[in-house]
């Protein structure tokens, strides 16, 4: 059974650059994708970004590309956010599955419990 858990949200002010991290366990391998995703209040979870476990296919939304960088290093998976805005506040989720990586939250089987990112302009 994959496990993932977040850390590295907190209080941030426009602008500033902020390390998310996902530690997995349990059973992530070559053939899993990771994905982060992030869900503001009243709003629909959405893609930021995903890859491969080898670290191939990257994919960011079209918000976050040339802001964001998606990266791991043995069992943690990373989500490096520069320049950060006010409609980044969000809860942001670790989310793995068997095969590509997709931008659909639905495709992805295993998901971490969120830490929260807020933002203040």
């Known amino acids: 059974q994959v496990q993932l858990v977040e850390s590295g949200g907190g209080l941030v002010q426009a602008g500033d650059s902020l390390r998310l991290s996902c530690s997995t366990s349990?059973?992530?391998?070559?053939?899993?994708?990771m994905g982060w995703f992030r869900q503001a209040p009243g709003k629909d979870r959405e893609f930021v970004a995903s890859m491969r476990w080898n670290g191939g296919d990257k994919r960011y939304s079209d918000s976050m590309k040339g802001r964001a960088t998606i990266s791991r290093e043995r069992n943690m998976v990373y989500l490096q956010i520069n320049s950060l805005k006010p409609d980044g506040m969000a809860v942001y989720y670790c989310?793995?599955?068997?095969?590509?990586?997709?931008?659909?939250?639905?495709?992805?089987?295993?998901w971490g419990q969120g830490t929260q990112v807020t933002v203040s302009s």
């Open positions: 989310a793995a599955r068997v095969g590509a990586p997709v931008t659909w939250a639905g495709d992805y089987k295993y």
């Open positions: 349990g059973g992530t391998y070559s053939s899993t994708a």
